[in-house]
């Protein structure tokens, strides 16, 4: 086997990269020392393997093998449970770097269980001239502000 290193790659298993006459030869030599060792345990194999040259790297472990999760893994995957109990689930967006922004989208995301503040924010995002019309309605003054805003129902 091959790692790739600063000055190329480099051979990381001794038995890699012989002629092919020089592998079988090795590889008998692997079978004889296979039957004689079958009482030794795994470490102590690894052990020997690493001595010999070969490296120790970690692996890709395949669907449906559990591997032990990380203290903040659990903690996580606990919270995210918390969290779909009551009905809630994390989500993660890009947002402008504006503080006002991001502030508008944290207070948002707090309401948007009330059907009503989802409704009118998807009306707003639907159709922004409406927000204009109904900001201009609310500043309208006397008489004609009163008639238009019971007219509304507001």
Known sequence: ML????GGLVRTCPGEGKRPRDREQHHDKQEHGQQSERGRSPEELVAEL???GC???TALVGPGIKSPRSPDAQRKKEEREELAKTGWRQISFMAPDNPAAREFLMNAAKEIN??????A???ALDNPTVV???WKVLKLKGKAGARV??????
């Open 50 to 52: 690493v001595k010999q």
């Open 3 to 6: 790692r790739e290193e600063k």
């Open 132 to 134: 204009q019309v109904g």
């Open 149 to 154: 805003r019971r007219a509304l129902g507001l």
């Open 55 to 57: 490296t120790i790297t």
């Open 114 to 119: 009330s059907k009503r503040v989802l409704k």
């Open 121 to 123: 924010l998807r009306g």
